[in-house]
């Protein structure tokens, strides 16, 4: 059940984080003022990971990957690139990117000018974007 939720709110999350990257990108570049829907985006993009990383943590624990870690080692698991990626790789990006979100967040807020707050928004939730799609395991997750 949680795999299933892990799954089905990475459509959410990363709908909404695609949304937050062109909505700051189409400000930038057409010098709008930054409005209040422009902070509720990627505030919502920020709530939106930070729920899907708590399901990740527990996805983490509960996922076959992890079993097989505790019953052979680190050493075996790293030569497996499927459980690698489930327990090392993918985590670690998904992580990073969730950090790159938080702190674009909080930092976008102390910028004075309009400009600046789109300019952090799509350089920050831009990294996160490109994070998230690196790390995702595509195969398994579009083959349902
Ligand atoms: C932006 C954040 C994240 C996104 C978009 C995301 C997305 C995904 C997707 C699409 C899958 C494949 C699901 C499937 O097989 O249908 C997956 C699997 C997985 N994710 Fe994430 N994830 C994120 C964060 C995390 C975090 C933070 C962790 C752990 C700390 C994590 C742990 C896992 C694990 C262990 C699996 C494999 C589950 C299994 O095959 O049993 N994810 N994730």
Known sequence: ???MLHSGWAYI??????FAVVNAVIGLSSKKDFKEKDLRIPL???IVSHIQLIIGIIAFFVSAQFQ???????????KEPEIRLAIVEHPLMMIL????????????KKQPTDKGK???IALYYGVAL????SRIPWS????F
Do not use: C, D, P, Y
Not at 68 to 78: H, K
Not at 97 to 108: L, R
Not at 140 to 143: A, G
């Open 97 to 108: 990117a969730i950090v790159a979100i938080t702190v674009g967040f909080s930092k976008h």
């Open 13 to 18: 999350t990363l709908i909404v984080l695609v």
């Open 68 to 78: 097989f870690l505790r019953e052979n080692g680190m050493g075996a698991a790293m």
């Open 1 to 3: 059940m949680i795999k």
């Open 140 to 143: 398994k997750w579009l083959s």
């Open 118 to 120: 789109f300019k952090t």
């Open 44 to 46: 919502f993009t920020l």
């Open 130 to 133: 490109l994070f998230v799609l």
